[in-house]
């Protein structure tokens, strides 16, 4: 594991945005793992202001919540378009997010995954980590799920999310996420944390043991890790 400790969010969203435009430069066709949440909002800023080329870029995002259609402001592909996707020159028909309105969200899974395997697998994909440690919505559990799969909310997350919504009622409870072998596969993989709020679950997913009961800790294991990170002093 790489570690890189910055000093603010600023400082962070800008590093992060440096090891993504290196990677475009190297190969300007890859494949970009994303998220979405209050971490990477920096990173996309610095990304849309580099003035970069993403013509030939592909993205594939790691969740979106069904129920949710892409206009509306909650969906994850409203929050990529915005952020992202409406200020850099990238083909929209390359940008994938799971189909929120999918009728059968398991068959929408399978289809991501093989997405993702017919693209090649992803060159770089991007990560934020819940406070509970999860990863993409892969929620704390018994056992890694594997592949992208449909998934219900831990109370935590809803909890989390219900920021964005007028009521906690309103959050979707399920959502179909990359899972942690679809994760784990991604040829690097950038952590990025932000706050003291998230100083322990990051300490314990990248010292602590490896457990399904901290998904972020299987991280541990990848083979090309960079975290960026303002919580660890
Ligand atoms: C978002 C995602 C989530 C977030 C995590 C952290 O696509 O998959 O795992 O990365 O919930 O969210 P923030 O960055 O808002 O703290």
Same mark, same amino acid.
């Given at each position: 594991?790489?570690?890189?400790?910055?000093?603010?969010y600023e400082?962070m969203s800008r590093?992060a945005a440096?090891?993504?435009?290196?990677?475009?430069?190297?190969?300007?066709?890859?494949?970009?793992?994303?998220?979405?949440?209050s971490s990477p909002v920096g990173l996309y800023k610095n990304?849309?202001?580099?003035?970069?080329?993403?013509?030939?870029?592909?993205?594939?995002?790691?969740?979106?919540?069904?129920?949710?259609?892409?206009?509306?402001?909650?969906?994850?592909?409203?929050?990529? $378009?915005?952020?992202?996707?409406?200020?850099?020159?990238? $083909?929209?028909?390359?940008?994938?997010?799971?189909?929120?309105?999918?009728?059968?969200?398991?068959?929408?899974?399978?289809?991501?995954?093989?997405?993702?395997?017919?693209?090649?697998?992803?060159?770089?994909?991007?990560?934020?980590?819940?406070? $509970?440690?999860? !990863?993409?919505?892969?929620?704390?559990?018994?056992?890694?799920?594997?592949?992208?799969?449909?998934?219900?909310?831990?109370?935590?997350?809803?909890?989390?999310?219900? #920021?964005?919504?007028?009521?906690?009622?309103?959050?979707?409870?399920?959502?179909?996420?990359?899972?942690?072998?679809? !994760?784990?596969?991604?040829?690097?993989?950038?952590?990025i944390?932000s706050?003291?709020?998230?100083?322990?679950?990051?300490?314990?997913?990248?010292?602590?043991?490896?457990?399904? #009961?901290?998904?972020?800790?299987?991280?541990?294991?990848?083979?090309?890790?960079?975290?960026?990170?303002?919580?660890?002093?």
């Open positions: 594991m790489k570690l890189i400790k910055v000093k603010n400082e590093t440096d090891l993504f435009l290196a990677q475009v430069k190297e190969k300007p066709a890859s494949v970009l793992g994303l998220a979405t949440g990304l849309a202001a580099s003035g970069a080329d993403f013509s030939q870029v592909i993205t594939v995002n790691l969740d979106e919540y069904c129920g949710l259609a892409p206009g509306n402001p909650q969906s994850y592909r409203y929050f990529m $378009n915005e952020n992202l996707f409406s200020n850099i020159n990238i $083909n929209q028909a390359n940008t994938h997010i799971p189909d929120g309105t999918a009728a059968n969200p398991d068959a929408e899974a399978e289809r991501y995954e093989e997405l993702i395997r017919s693209l090649g697998g992803i060159d770089l994909q991007l990560l934020g980590m819940g406070h $509970n440690g999860h !990863i993409g919505f892969n929620e704390p559990d018994e056992e890694f799920a594997a592949d992208t799969h449909r998934v219900y909310l831990a109370e935590q997350t809803i909890k989390a999310n219900s #920021r964005f919504f007028e009521s906690p009622e309103e959050v979707p409870t399920s959502a179909v996420t990359m899972g942690i072998k679809t !994760i784990m596969q991604a040829k690097k993989i950038i952590v944390a706050g003291s709020e998230k100083t322990n679950i990051l300490k314990k997913a990248l010292y602590g043991a490896i457990t399904p #009961r901290v998904p972020a800790s299987v991280l541990q294991l990848h083979w090309d890790l960079t975290v960026v990170t303002d919580c660890l002093g």
